[in-house]
């Protein structure tokens, strides 16, 4: 391979995008080529090429490679003494700025196996008590490697991983089990792992804590200027970014103040005037290019320009649509998946004809074009509107060309006002009147706007409740299972106790010197002691649940029906008949049976016990 300039490396970047969905375009070709010569070394490739073959026939393979070029190097307190600051310096300024109860939010940024999610996790625990953790906290954990989040997930460590952690907070904030420590079940709830891409997808907003450790180094510094405006996005005022120990601020100084520069902790800083503060984060393309960053505005900009009752949407240079707010996803049938798509493949561009040769005027020219009287008819068909279109080109620092803003003006209203106006002047006034009362709606309209939002973060609350309730619910399944162990131990006890009272009772049937046979209402055996054997010549197994009446041995069992029946009729006293039997030996003797009622709780007949015996004296010849 030669390097990261062969022209093979590129179709085989983007055969990654494609096939896998991880995109390392941005990431620096040289360590990627270092990287991925590794694999072609192990696997005795010469290039590139070769090796794309090799993962089309081999999909294990994928898996080698995302292992070699994402490196999940980390442990639990890294860099002890960054920790340290973090927990003594930035982090009681951050809970000094909040209310008692206001929440905590957390971003572990590139966590791979998680001992940085769970690191903070401790100090925060450490810093605000178990119980206000649990209740405040959410750390975030995100990476592009599956396989390292669903370690993570698991929270098990072996003994070397937790060597950094002090042994009081290993006995605090973790339990054995099978020879590995596994982190505090209840504070594990608070860290949630999810898939993330710090390159294509938006971050999450309202950071208090962000840490993304030696992350950063391995991108380029075009895709780290973007990833840090993202970042600069997603933390709160006065939040704090944590980096690695090797990697600097030193290109984007008016975005993140520092904090502790030696222990690489920075604040977020005010306003850049370049664009690089406060930026919304730019959408991934999903036709494979990456969009540049948005407009910069302030935060309160944004939700202002999402709740507009004007419809407005934001291309970049090519065309593919950044932005849409509420007004304009519903007004156009738009969804957030339709984020990042070319304009061109949007049913508003076949519905409105002239809107498409409008945005490639407006960008070609650097001219606003308005378009006037566009009808639209809703997609349900319900409604015909009357809109005014702009399409106006979005310039950035130095005069540079970002991408054109659409907005959608609906007119219908004042159209028609217009049309009344060449009526009578009682026609006029009404049309006027109309006009107020079109203008009250639009303020209901936002009222209720503004209402709807408090619903739902109402919902809000309530869904987190829900999922407390669901907590609950699993600690209660949790004890049930455990009184089912304790009722299957009481069932084992008894089990064993029967197995004694069984085997205590075949004592006694084999010490009984009679001949003992016991058979239920219906004439089965239901017992038949050795005795019996010995007498008859007949195994208990052979004699068991077979009908006495059927059984061939030496003895006229049609002469025991009769004492039988009187005993299954309630009579309470032993019955005793003599019958001439012949034993296995072929011995002839007078056979005494005594009969009795196999009576169960007291009452209940359930068969006949029968005692076979010689008379006493033939016994005794």
Same mark, same amino acid.
């Given at each position: +391979?030669?390097?990261?300039?062969?022209?093979?490396?590129?179709?085989?970047?983007?055969?990654?995008?494609?096939?896998?969905?991880?995109?390392?375009?941005?990431?620096?070709?040289?360590?990627?080529?270092?990287?991925?010569?590794?694999?072609?070394?192990?696997?005795?490739?010469?290039?590139?090429?070769?090796?794309?073959?090799?993962?089309?026939?081999?999909?294990?393979?994928?898996?080698?490679?995302?292992?070699?070029?994402?490196?999940?190097?980390?442990?639990?307190?890294?860099?002890?003494?960054?920790?340290?600051?973090?927990?003594?310096?930035?982090?009681?300024?951050?809970?000094? &700025?909040?209310?008692?109860?206001?929440?905590?939010?957390?971003?572990?940024?590139?966590?791979?196996?998680?001992? *940085?999610?769970?690191?903070?996790?401790?100090?925060?625990?450490?810093?605000?008590?178990? $119980?206000?953790?649990? $209740?405040?906290?959410? #750390?975030?954990?995100?990476? #592009?490697?599956?396989?390292?989040?669903?370690?993570?997930?698991?929270?098990?460590?072996?003994?070397?991983?937790? =060597?950094?952690?002090?042994?009081?907070?290993?006995?605090?904030?973790?339990?054995?089990?099978?020879?590995?420590? !596994?982190?505090?079940?209840?504070?594990? @709830?608070?860290?949630?792992?999810?898939?993330?891409?710090?390159?294509?997808?938006?971050?999450?907003?309202?950071?208090? !804590?962000?840490?993304?450790?030696?992350? /950063? +180094?391995?991108?380029?510094?075009?895709?780290?200027?973007? !990833?840090?405006? @993202?970042?600069?996005?997603?933390?709160?005022?006065?939040?704090?970014?944590?980096?690695?120990?090797? $990697?600097?601020?030193?290109?984007?100084?008016?975005?993140?103040?520092?904090?502790?520069?030696?222990?690489?902790?920075?604040?977020?800083?005010?306003?850049?005037?370049?664009?690089?503060?406060?930026?919304?984060?730019?959408?991934?393309?999903?036709?494979?290019?990456?969009?540049?960053?948005?407009?910069?505005?302030?935060?309160?900009?944004?939700?202002?320009?999402?709740?507009?009752?004007?419809?407005?949407?934001?291309?970049?240079?090519?065309?593919?649509?950044?932005?849409?707010?509420?007004? &304009?996803? #519903?007004?156009?049938? /738009?969804?957030?998946?339709?984020?990042?798509?070319?304009?061109?493949?949007?049913?508003?561009?076949?519905?409105?004809?002239? %809107?498409?040769?409008?945005?490639?005027?407006?960008?070609? $020219?650097?001219?606003?074009?308005?378009?006037?009287?566009?009808?639209?008819?809703?997609?349900?068909?319900?409604?015909?509107?009357?809109?005014?279109?702009?399409?106006?080109?979005?310039?950035?620092?130095?005069?540079?060309?970002?991408? &054109?803003?659409?907005?959608?003006?609906? #007119?219908?209203?004042?159209?028609?006002?217009?049309?009344?106006?060449?009526?009578?002047?009682?026609?006029?006034?009404?049309?006027? *009147?109309?006009?107020?009362?079109?203008?009250?709606? /639009?303020?209901?309209?936002?009222?209720?706007?503004?209402?709807?939002?408090?619903?739902?973060?109402?919902?809000? *609350?309530?869904?987190?409740?829900?999922?407390? *309730?669901?907590?609950?619910?699993?600690?209660?399944?949790?004890?049930?299972?455990? =009184?089912?162990?304790?009722?299957?131990?009481?069932?084992?006890?008894?089990?064993?106790?029967?197995?004694?009272?069984?085997?205590?009772?075949?004592?006694?049937?084999?010490?009984?010197?009679?001949?003992?046979?016991?058979?239920?209402?219906? +004439?089965?055996?239901? &017992?038949?002691?050795?005795?019996?054997?010995? %007498?008859?010549?007949?195994?208990?197994?052979?004699?068991?649940?077979?009908?006495?009446?059927? /059984?061939?041995?030496?003895?006229?069992?049609?002469?025991?029906?009769?004492?039988?029946?009187?005993?299954?009729?309630?009579?309470?006293?032993?019955?005793?008949?003599?019958?001439?039997?012949?034993?296995?030996?072929?011995?002839?003797?007078?056979?005494?049976?005594?009969?009795?009622?196999?009576?169960?709780?007291?009452?209940?007949?359930?068969?006949?016990?029968?005692?076979?015996?010689?008379?006493?004296?033939?016994?005794?010849?």
């Amino acid at each position: +391979m030669n390097g990261a300039d062969d022209l093979g490396l590129e179709p085989l970047l983007e055969y990654l995008k494609k096939s896998r969905g991880f995109d390392f375009t941005a990431y620096k070709r040289a360590t990627l080529a270092r990287r991925i010569d590794k694999r072609l070394q192990a696997l005795g490739l010469e290039n590139t090429n070769q090796y794309l073959d090799f993962l089309e026939v081999h999909p294990v393979e994928f898996n080698h490679l995302f292992n070699t070029i994402l490196i999940n190097v980390t442990s639990f307190f890294r860099d002890q003494p960054h920790w340290e600051s973090l927990a003594k310096d930035a982090l009681p300024a951050i809970l000094a &700025a909040k209310a008692p109860q206001d929440p905590v939010r957390v971003w572990s940024a590139g966590c791979s196996s998680g001992e *940085e999610a769970y690191t903070a996790a401790i100090i925060l625990a450490e810093a605000l008590g178990i $119980e206000q953790f649990r $209740e405040r906290v959410k #750390v975030y954990a995100t990476d #592009v490697d599956e396989e390292a989040l669903n370690t993570a997930r698991q929270a098990g460590y072996g003994p070397g991983d937790v =060597e950094a952690v002090l042994p009081a907070l290993v006995e605090k904030y973790f339990y054995r089990e099978n020879g590995r420590f !596994i982190f505090h079940k209840d504070l594990r @709830r608070s860290v949630i792992f999810g898939r993330h891409d710090l390159v294509q997808d938006a971050p999450i907003s309202h950071v208090d !804590i962000l840490i993304c450790r030696n992350v /950063l +180094m391995y991108f380029n510094a075009e895709t780290q200027e973007k !990833i840090l405006a @993202r970042f600069h996005f997603a933390l709160n005022d006065g939040g704090v970014l944590f980096l690695g120990r090797a $990697e600097m601020l030193l290109t984007y100084g008016n975005t993140f103040e520092p904090s502790d520069l030696t222990r690489r902790i920075f604040r977020k800083g005010p306003k850049n005037t370049s664009g690089g503060r406060g930026q919304l984060p730019a959408r991934a393309n999903h036709g494979g290019n990456a969009a540049p960053a948005a407009v910069g505005e302030p935060d309160v900009y944004l939700s202002a320009l999402e709740t507009s009752q004007t419809a407005q949407m934001i291309l970049d240079l090519n065309e593919t649509l950044l932005f849409a707010n509420e007004r &304009a996803r #519903v007004l156009f049938d /738009l969804s957030h998946r339709d984020l990042g798509s070319s304009f061109q493949d949007l049913k508003i561009t076949f519905r409105l004809g002239d %809107l498409r040769a409008a945005v490639a005027q407006a960008l070609g $020219e650097r001219r606003t074009v308005n378009l006037e009287d566009v009808q639209w008819v809703s997609p349900a068909g319900k409604d015909e509107l009357t809109l005014q279109v702009r399409v106006k080109p979005l310039a950035g620092p130095g005069g540079r060309l970002l991408g &054109a803003g659409l907005s959608f003006v609906d #007119v219908t209203t004042y159209k028609r006002a217009e049309d009344q106006l060449r009526l009578t002047k009682q026609e006029v006034e009404t049309a006027y *009147e109309e006009l107020q009362s079109t203008n009250e709606e /639009l303020e209901t309209t936002n009222e209720e706007l503004q209402s709807t939002v408090e619903e739902l973060e109402t919902t809000n *609350e309530e869904l987190q409740s829900t999922n407390e *309730e669901l907590e609950t619910m699993n600690e209660e399944l949790q004890s049930t299972n455990e =009184e089912l162990h304790t009722v299957n131990e009481q069932l084992r006890v008894r089990t064993d106790e029967l197995n004694e009272t069984n085997a205590f009772l075949e004592t006694v049937m084999s010490s009984v010197r009679s001949a003992v046979i016991v058979v239920d209402r219906d +004439m089965k055996v239901l &017992a038949w002691n050795p005795k019996a054997r010995d %007498l008859w010549g007949l195994r208990s197994e052979e004699a068991l649940g077979k009908n006495l009446l059927n /059984l061939d041995i030496g003895l006229p069992v049609e002469q025991l029906r009769a004492p039988v029946r009187v005993c299954l009729a309630g009579d309470a006293e032993a019955r005793t008949i003599t019958v001439p039997a012949v034993n296995r030996r072929g011995k002839t003797f007078q056979c005494v049976v005594d009969c009795a009622p196999l009576v169960v709780a007291g009452k209940d007949i359930r068969g006949v016990v029968m005692m076979l015996h010689e008379p006493a004296d033939e016994t005794s010849s």
